[in-house]
């Protein structure tokens, strides 16, 4: 079993820079991608970026990767997401997500595709 906890949220003022941290207890993140995700009110669960534990690759979303860094900790099995020049319509709840040795063809980019999941984490952006 995997259990996930999101950790940095809060607010933030534009332009600022947060970093939100996704760790792992019961399990360590060895041979999982994991994943961001947001969700801002009346939107659907949006992808921001995926790290793969078993290479070290990245995958980011098309609108978000000039704005956003995920690396992972593997001494401290954390996942670590960093978002730069954050504007309004950075509010939202951020989700981490991981699933266990996807194949070669998985993108990761839906929610569907992940079997875990944390409790999410709000960031609140403000002028």
């Known amino acids: 079993q995997v259990q996930l906890l999101e950790s940095g949220g809060g607010s933030v003022r534009t332009g600022d820079s947060l970093r939100l941290s996704c760790a792992t207890s019961?399990?360590?993140?060895?041979?999982?991608?994991v994943g961001w995700f947001r969700q801002a009110p009346g939107k659907e669960r949006e992808f921001v970026a995926a790290?793969?534990?078993?290479?070290?690759?990245?995958h980011y979303s098309d609108s978000l990767k000039d704005r956003s860094t995920i690396s992972g900790d593997f001494a401290k099995n954390t996942a670590h997401l960093q978002m730069y020049r954050v504007n309004s319509e950075d509010t939202a709840v951020y989700y981490c997500?991981?699933?266990?040795?996807?194949?070669?063809?998985?993108?990761?980019?839906?929610?569907?595709?992940?079997?875990?999941w944390g409790q999410g984490t709000q960031v609140t952006v403000s002028s």
């Open positions: 997500a991981a699933q266990w040795a996807p194949g070669r063809n998985w993108r990761g980019e839906k929610p569907l595709e992940y079997d875990y």
């Open positions: 019961g399990r360590n993140f060895d041979n999982f991608v």
């Open positions: 790290f793969d534990w078993r290479d070290g690759m990245t």
